[in-house]
């Protein structure tokens, strides 16, 4: 079963950091797009940063030049440092990736569990 799990969250003080991980497991054949999406009680979900396949990144206004997207192709696992953290980034985080699993042999997309992130003033 084709899965992502995520890990690394949990309670720091503003301007503190966290890193977090997103590792995909299963039969995978390939993996193009992986994302960090972030969802605070009240509000919508929003995407944080983005990165391909190629390592080309993208990331929100509100996170840039404090987090840094990062992936390892060989062990199809994405991370996020977050540094300089804000109580405005407490929310539960979600690692989102484009994978083709062996099984269904068709790209979708996928969705980790969420890991909680809480910055206190």
């Known amino acids: 079963q084709v899965r992502l799990v995520e890990s690394g969250g949990g309670s720091v003080q503003a301007g503190g950091s966290l890193r977090l991980s997103c590792a995909a497991s299963?039969?995978?054949?390939?993996?193009?797009?992986m994302a960090w999406y972030r969802q605070a009680p009240g509000k919508q979900r929003e995407l944080v940063a983005t990165?391909?396949?190629?390592?080309?990144?993208n990331y929100a206004d509100s996170v840039k030049g404090r987090f840094t997207i990062s992936r390892d192709n060989a062990k199809n696992t994405v991370y996020l440092q977050m540094t300089s953290l804000r109580p405005e980034d407490t929310a539960v985080y979600y690692c989102?990736?484009?994978?083709?699993?062996?099984?269904?042999?068709?790209?979708?997309?996928?969705w980790g569990q969420g890991t909680q992130v809480t910055v206190s003033s």
């Open positions: 990165i391909t396949s190629g390592a080309i990144t």
């Open positions: 989102n990736a484009d994978l083709l699993p062996l099984r269904t042999m068709t790209f979708d997309t996928y």
């Open positions: 299963g039969s995978i054949l390939k993996v193009n797009a």
